[in-house]
């Protein structure tokens, strides 16, 4: 062979090579490592692809979304490993009975899709469930974790990839919220309810810059006194039509929207420019704010809450940041450089509704969190069930062993304020003193009298004898 040929021949090899190199890193790309199936990015891509192709020739497509039951439990009491080996079984089976044309993909988490046609969508959902709730070994064990899934057909549902998404997600959630196992496809009760949100979130973008969302204060009682020693800031929307609305009404879709860090950041620099004279006063000791799980997540958070406290005129060492410790264990590095980065302005760390999630305790302890608010549905059960009791008994004693504050969240009733106020809790909330309330009300309470007169006796046995 001359000269050139060869190196010709080289050159086309080398060429080759990097031909099918640049093929495997886009194959890497669409691919999602662990099932091997499409992943997220690529799988909408397609989706877009097919729409486009069905619109061209009147045809229809079926999008399926398919989400494990219980995945979430599971990977919790077997391990990572085990939940690997389980959605890598998942992603088997969806595609040994993808048939021709099909196309499945693993969105991430425990989530999967299936594109298809339009056509006997009932039936191929139903085959669908079987094949994913036959039982699997894994470590030993048989699990069947079983799927639920929904489904959204183009164009009888939706005219583009986005809607058709949406749609599909909101037939799932359905099933979900209604125990799982089952298929739902998209229908009038879920159209009415889109329509609905579509409004909602049209007001809710007006109402963010019109000033209808407004901070209100529950006052936290100190169970010795009476007197109110801090207040916690909830966010309330004064709807033009539908009056006083509840963050459960709104808070959800602002996540979804993104808009709830423009929520919290209107509601933090409010609440701080009205409660910032009253610890001036000594009125109040601190304010208590709420942070979005959204807002954790956002490697600038603790930065830009330091910077909006420095606007104002309230003291680092009155402000209370309350963090759910569910979302702490979601990204643990991340909440805690947050968590130390605040600490070290001074600011207090609350875990808030604490007695709800699986408690990762050492994870928690190595935390700088001053204190904890039992929730709600401990409080309620106190007096009520006697194992309950003892816990927030014991509690209590290892908060204060640990220097920990405690704060009982949602104390309705006198006999529940007594048995925590014995057990050693000093500091509590709840309707039985006072529920949240505007701003200008709260400020009236401050300068009054206290709130209850507990008068309550100092031993439970007292306590007893006065209201048993
Ligand atoms: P949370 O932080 O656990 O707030 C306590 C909730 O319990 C409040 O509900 C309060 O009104 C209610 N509550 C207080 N005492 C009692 C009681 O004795 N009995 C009963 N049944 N309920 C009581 P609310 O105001 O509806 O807020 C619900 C949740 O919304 C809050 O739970 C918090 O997680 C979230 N939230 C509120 N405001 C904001 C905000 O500005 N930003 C963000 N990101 N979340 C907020
Ligand atoms: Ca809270
Ligand atoms: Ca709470």
Redesign the pocket.
Known sequence: MSEPAARLETLAARVAELEAERELTLRLAQTDSLTGLVNRGAFTAELCARLDDAREHGRSVALFVIDLDRFKSLNDTLGHHAGDLLLAEVGERLRADAGPGELTARLGGDEFALITEGRDVAARAQRLLTKLAQPQTIYGRVVSPGASVGVAVFPDHAADAGDLQRFADMALYRVKTRGGRRWSAFDAELSAENARRQTLEAELRRAIPGGEIEPWF?PVIDANTGRITAV????RWNHPEQGLL???AF?PIAEELGL?GQ??EH?FEAACALAAPWVAEGLIESISC???PRDLLDPAFSRKLIGRLARTDLPATALTV?VTETFLLQDFALARRHIERLAAKGIRIAL??FGTGYSNIRALMSLPIQTVKLD?SLIEAVGRDARVSKLVSAMLHAARALGVRIVA????HEAQALFLRAAGCDRM????FAR?MPAAKVEAHLRGSPLIDLAMPSTPALARRRHG
């Open positions: 529950q916690e800031v909830l966010a509840l963050p459960a808070v709830i929520i919290d509601i709420n942070v979005s309350e808030d509704d709600r969240e949602g104390v309705e909330q709840g309707y039985l949240p």
